[in-house]
């Protein structure tokens, strides 16, 4: 982490997205307005997203923003999970409404009650659908991208004949966000199940990858959630079977938003500003004239040549010829967390080579003009692992498996804090307890994050009350 970073995370991460132009505040409490470079990360998102779901036969569709207050009274648990945070259309064209109309958290209900009209045979099943959306949560406090009143995102609905093709679609779905968090936005992440108290309101069981920050805190990433039969139930959801018994469908749904932005920013960010990965970056080199270019045209003739060449090979490149000293352009586009920057002058020209440099790496290398491009694709792969090292090499050293008791978390963060350290995540052992979960978040504000599935160590004794854990759990701080 940088002083700035250390010093004051939050800080940092809104200076540097605002300097960056990736948002702008609106009069709205808690809703940002994604300016092109911001919107685009998602668009590279959306599209690695969309291809993977289309692949596994998912189809997108669309469904009504506003949804009746008698659909989230019928699944009990639902209602309460999400009521605190509603906002509601009581009044439209002057007039009073009949009901009230929720602005979607989820669309869980108003996809209930139409699935219940469009299934009828088990030739209708499986339904895959998928729809990217809008959703609104009147969250008490706001960070952009991380947590808004009101973010973008995808929600996946899906209804199939029994348990086990639904489980089965569960985890195909959180796999594929593990593959594209992992692979397009270099932020390595534990997958796992979610605590009962943790889980999507009306679930059976949720699945989530948990993703550390550069402060330490965690980022919850996407979820997967099995519902069983609960909204089927609740909107009589039933098909009929090849054995002519009605039965009612098996459904799951799940989810990623735009809170994958905030979290490339906070996983790889520096103390100049953003580092995107190259994959998800909207411009992934940068060219820049140095030098007294402006005398000597064979310079931008030859930046046009490379600029071609570039995009030829699908490349997102910019040319920067503005009036600024070519020291602003250099800090204006690592600000901008662009990957690889390419510097050309007359001394460049005459020694028949280029400057390149990759983002995340303090030297520049020269390369020969002839192998430029070749040089630049072979960077932008590079770097996009190298910084999903960096990132799994930062959650591991911060990633704790030797604190044993609630004794031992506070006095861990306690020599957290007096060392200038961050306490990172705990691996501890739970006895499924609620009441102990919640013990150790009050006094050290410290949630269960997942039960991991493939856990760097197994524990045996509850963190809190010391009985036999039943299960192993990431414990940390979270946004």
């Given at each position: 982490?940088?002083n700035q ?7 940092w991460?809104?200076?540097?997205i ?12 808690g ?6 470079d911001?919107y685009?990360?998602?668009?590279h ?5 969309d291809?993977?779901?289309k ?8 469904f009504p923003m506003l ?5 989230f ?9 999400f009521s ?14 009949e ?24 030739r209708?099943?499986?339904?895959l ?17 991380i ?7 995808q929600?996946g609905?899906t ?8 489980r ?13 968090v992992e ?14 108290s943790?889980?999507?309101a ?9 993703a ?13 959630h ?29 989810g ?9 920013i906070?996983t790889?960010?520096d ?11 909207p ?5 820049i ?5 402006k005398?000597?045209?064979?310079i ?6 490379i600029?071609a060449?570039?995009?030829a090979?699908?490349i ?30 007359p001394?460049?020209l005459?020694?028949?080579?280029a ?5 995340d ?13 070749a040089?630049?694709?072979e ?11 960096k990132?799994?090499a930062?959650?591991e050293k911060?990633s704790?498996i ?10 861990h963060?306690?020599?957290?804090t007096?060392?200038g ?7 501890a052992?739970?006895?499924g ?9 009050e ?15 197994e524990?045996?004794s ?6 036999e854990?039943?299960h ?8």
């Amino acid at each position: 982490m940088t002083n700035q970073q250390k010093n004051d995370f939050t800080s940092w991460y809104i200076d540097t997205i605002k300097k960056a132009d990736l948002m702008d505040y609106t009069p709205v409490r808690g809703c940002i307005a994604f300016k092109p470079d911001g919107y685009e990360i998602w668009e590279h998102i959306q599209a690695e997203m969309d291809k993977r779901f289309k692949e596994t036969g998912h189809r997108n569709a669309y469904f009504p923003m506003l949804i009746p207050e008698s659909f989230f009274e019928k699944e009990k648990d639902h209602i309460e999970g999400f009521s605190p945070e509603l906002p509601w259309v009581t009044e439209a064209a002057g007039e009073k409404l009949e009901e009230r109309l929720a602005l979607r958290p989820t669309s869980e209900t108003m996809i209930g009650h139409l699935y219940s009209d469009w299934i009828k045979s088990y030739r209708d099943l499986p339904v895959l659908i998928n729809q990217w959306a809008n959703v609104f949560r009147w969250e008490k406090k706001t960070l952009p991208f991380i947590r808004t009143s009101e973010f973008l995102w995808q929600e996946g609905h899906t209804a199939h004949v029994d348990e086990v093709e639904a489980r089965a679609e569960t985890m195909q779905m959180l796999n594929i966000y593990k593959e594209v968090v992992e692979e397009l936005l270099a932020i390595p992440v534990y997958d796992g199940q979610k605590t009962p108290s943790e889980r999507f309101a009306g679930a059976i069981d949720t699945y989530s990858i948990e993703a550390m920050m550069k402060d330490g805190k965690a980022v919850q990433a996407g979820t997967s959630h099995y519902l069983g039969t609960k909204f089927a139930q609740a909107f009589d959801i039933k098909y009929l079977t090849k054995e002519n018994k009605h039965e009612f469908v098996h459904t799951t749904s799940w989810g990623t938003s735009t809170r994958l932005i905030g979290s490339v920013i906070m996983t790889h960010g520096d103390e100049q500003g953003l580092v995107l990965p190259p994959r998800v970056a909207p411009t992934q080199v940068v060219l820049i004239p140095v030098g007294p270019w402006k005398k000597n045209p064979e310079i931008m003739e030859k930046l046009d040549e490379i600029f071609a060449q570039l995009k030829a090979q699908g490349i997102r490149v910019r040319l920067d010829d503005s009036d600024q000293s070519p020291g602003y352009k250099f800090n204006e586009w690592e600000l901008k967390g662009v990957p690889v920057r390419v510097e050309l002058g007359p001394r460049d020209l005459e020694n028949n080579q280029a400057l390149i440099k990759a983002r995340d790496e303090d030297e520049k290398e020269a390369v020969e003009l002839s192998a430029l491009v070749a040089r630049i694709e072979e960077e932008l792969v590079t770097m996009q692992t190298r910084l999903l090292e960096k990132a799994r090499a930062f959650r591991e050293k911060h990633s704790h498996i030797h604190v044993d008791s609630l004794v031992q978390l506070k006095d861990h963060i306690a020599d957290s804090t007096e060392s200038g350290e961050i306490p990172g995540w705990i691996l501890a052992g739970w006895c499924g307890v609620d009441a102990c979960e919640e013990q150790v978040k009050e006094e050290t504000k410290f949630t269960t994050r997942n039960i991991p599935f493939n856990p760097p160590a197994e524990k045996s004794s509850c963190i809190n009350c010391g009985n036999e854990a039943k299960h192993t759990v990431w414990f940390g701080r979270a946004y």
